[in-house]
């Protein structure tokens, strides 16, 4: 099924401090653990992650530190800062009290 590109706009945060709660990732690695735990429904291309990881950088939830892989590859690791990890909970409350109500409305007759 196809997500509609705004639904996505209002939850990437959230999904991605939600990925980095678990550990620091690059780049290319939160774009395949986003696609592998959603079974594909979260197939969203670089245009969209990166923008969105230097605005979570630029609010200071997230930091960002180059490293060289063995293969001779610099890559880029992001993780949580402090409050990276109090907004991911705040964040994730919000959400699990946002999808209830929406599903209390949807599912009623």
Same mark, same amino acid.
């Given at each position: +099924? ?6 996505? @706009?209002?939850?990437? %945060? ?20 986003? %696609?592998?735990? %959603? /079974?594909n429904a979260f197939d969203f291309?670089?245009? *969209?992650?990166? !923008? ?5 950088? @630029?609010?200071?939830?997230? @930091? &960002?530190?180059?490293? *060289?892989?063995?293969?001779g590859r610099k890559r880029k690791?992001? %993780?949580? *800062? !402090? =409050?990276? @990890? =109090? ?11 946002? *999808?209830? /109500? +929406? &599903? &209390?409305?949807l599912e009623s007759k």
């Amino acid at each position: +099924m196809e997500i509609d590109t705004q639904f996505l @706009k209002g939850s990437i %945060s959230l999904l991605l401090l939600h990925l980095l709660s678990r550990g620091e990732l690059y780049g290319y690695e939160i774009l395949q653990e986003a %696609s592998r735990r %959603s /079974a594909n429904a979260f197939d969203f291309k670089e245009g *969209t992650l990166y !923008p969105a990881l230097h605005q979570l950088e @630029k609010k200071g939830q997230i @930091k &960002a530190e180059w490293r *060289t892989a063995e293969n001779g590859r610099k890559r880029k690791y992001y %993780s949580l *800062t !402090p =409050k990276g @990890k =109090k907004t991911a909970v705040a964040y994730e409350r919000q959400w699990q009290h946002l *999808t209830g /109500a +929406m &599903a &209390a409305i949807l599912e009623s007759k």
